[in-house]
């Protein structure tokens, strides 16, 4: 299962009609959401490829990521004669390509699709890797697939409408990446300028940054080891994003993952000696750009339960992946509640 199918365009109609070329599909469905059919789909049918294209469209945001939404999408499908040969195309952010994926990777067995992703936090996370899911029951992704679009396609001209907040959620990811891969790559992330986005730095930073999470994932596409690689912040880093939902104080998902980050290099440095001196490094990234996550001591043991339900375990104990030192990645890592909680004080206190 070969995942070097992500392309940063340079001209993107020419790589959208080449990668709609390599599939020779019997008809194309589009799947965009409320937003992305007004800001981005105009861009696509520029295509002379998608002149007789079906446009599917759901409603924005996470609450819509559901069974509901996908057999609407599946049922259109049907309805409008779609084969084996047919083409999806996914048009937006995790949502929509998690979705998306999901719909085409069941639909009759499974038909090719392509992810166009038109946010930072989805091209760097979500689009490429090939899972795909819908959530169920109140669990995220608790029904899903790995299977592979066909082609990731990213264009940073979509991100240009993004807001700070959200360049900063998607750049998270890129710093998890950075901190598993190497020390060259973790200068490069500290060195780039989040105050004044300059968009062809961000697209050469997203070339050798996303080939480090298709690297991992080639290695072990269905997350039996090297892939835990990707969870690292992850582990406090969803309790702190479901505890902000709990409080009604949302936070974006990259937010946590920094603030999950900073927790889980502090624990990495209790356990396995990480350096310091790249914990302030990153504790002062999170002050200039990310603030702080408000809670309190009352709420660690919350935080603590939420952690132990978190899906990444797979027994009673939570399941960290933790660094010996940048690109030094220990998975299957655990923590005692001390440790866990003297993190929790290093969040608040140490920021
Ligand atoms: N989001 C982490 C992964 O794709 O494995």
């Not at 960290?320 to 030192?325: E, G, Q």
Request: net charge negative; proline share 1%.
């Amino acid at each position: 299962m070969s995942q070097s199918n992500t392309l940063i365009c340079r001209n993107f109609i020419d790589d959208l009609d080449k990668a709609i070329g390599n599939v020779q599909a019997e008809s194309i469905y589009i799947l965009t959401d409320d937003n992305t059919k007004r800001l981005c789909l105009p861009k696509l049918l520029q295509s002379s490829k998608l002149q007789a294209c079906h446009i599917i469209s759901i409603a924005s945001g996470d609450a819509n990521k559901n069974i509901d939404s996908a057999v609407e999408i599946w049922k259109y499908l049907s309805q409008n004669k779609a084969t084996r040969k047919s083409l999806m195309i996914n048009l937006g952010g995790g949502v929509v390509t998690d979705m998306g994926g999901f719909v085409a990777s069941t639909f009759k067995r499974g038909i090719s699709y392509i992810n166009i992703s038109t946010s930072l936090l989805g091209a760097v996370d979500a689009a490429t890797g090939g899972k795909t899911g819908i959530n169920f029951l109140g669990f995220k992704n608790e029904i899903g697939t790995f299977a592979p679009a066909k082609s990731v396609l990213i264009d940073v001209d979509f991100f240009r409408t993004l807001d700070a907040a959200n360049i900063r959620s998607g750049y998270a990811e890129m710093v998890k990446h950075a901190l598993i891969d190497t020390r060259e790559e973790w200068k490069r992330i500290l060195a780039f300028d989040l105050e004044n986005i300059n968009f062809d730095e961000l697209k050469n930073l997203l070339v050798s940054n996303i080939q480090i999470k298709e690297r991992i994932v080639e290695q072990d596409p269905k997350e039996e080891g090297i892939r835990k690689a990707l969870n690292l912040g992850h582990t406090f880093g969803h309790a702190l994003e479901s505890l902000s939902y709990r409080t009604n104080k949302p936070v974006l998902h990259g937010y946590a993952v920094i603030w999950g980050l900073l927790c889980e290099l502090y624990l990495s440095h209790i356990k396995l000696n990480f350096p310091k001196e790249d914990i302030i490094k990153l504790n002062y990234l999170i002050k200039e750009y990310y603030g702080q996550f408000h809670f309190d001591c009352n709420q660690y043991d919350e935080l603590l339960e939420l952690m132990t339900h978190d899906k990444k375990n797979e027994s009673e104990a939570i399941n960290f992946t933790l660094l010996a030192d940048i690109g030094d990645v220990r998975i299957n890592q655990t923590a005692t509640k001390d440790d866990i909680f003297e993190c929790f004080d290093f969040l608040r206190d140490g920021q």
